[in-house]
């Protein structure tokens, strides 16, 4: 996430099994103009692992709690994979919070391109995208 204040909250970098740790070669290129926040999503990497609260509402609520703790109002998020899930649910809980949305590397569930996401040998990639060859 990044911050008005000059802040990156990439608070939805954690991806499985990829955790905070896979944004440490990008991190020394935004450090010098953000302030960088780079958590693990609940029940990733070595952040608690709770019997519930799984559901991208409440990472949500968890990445907008820690954010406000920051003394972060407002922030860009940047999320990948199932980090990219989260921060787009962040961008829609919070919108009056979140400045810009960047989405990588995830197809949004419920958009109606889950058949996108689904690896097959009918399936090759053009332009970054999955298209049929039937």
Not at 61 to 79: P, Q
Request: hydrophobic share 40%; charged share 20%; with cysteine.
């Amino acid at each position: 996430m990044l911050s008005s204040a000059s802040t990156i909250a990439d608070s939805t970098w954690p991806q499985v099994p990829k955790t905070s740790y896979y944004c440490r070669k990008v991190l020394p290129h935004l450090t010098p103009y953000f302030a960088c926040v780079v958590p693990d999503m609940r029940g990733f990497g070595d952040n608690t692992h709770p019997d519930a609260g799984y559901d991208m509402e409440t990472i949500a609520s968890d990445i907008g709690a820690l954010m406000t703790a920051l003394g972060h109002e407002k922030f860009h998020m940047c999320g990948e994979d199932w980090g990219a899930t989260a921060a787009y649910q962040v961008a829609a809980k919070h919108p009056e919070r979140v400045l810009s949305l960047i989405f990588q590397e995830m197809l949004l569930p419920g958009m109606g391109l889950e058949e996108w996401a689904t690896f097959s040998n009918k399936r090759r990639l053009i332009s970054g995208i999955w298209r049929s060859t039937m």
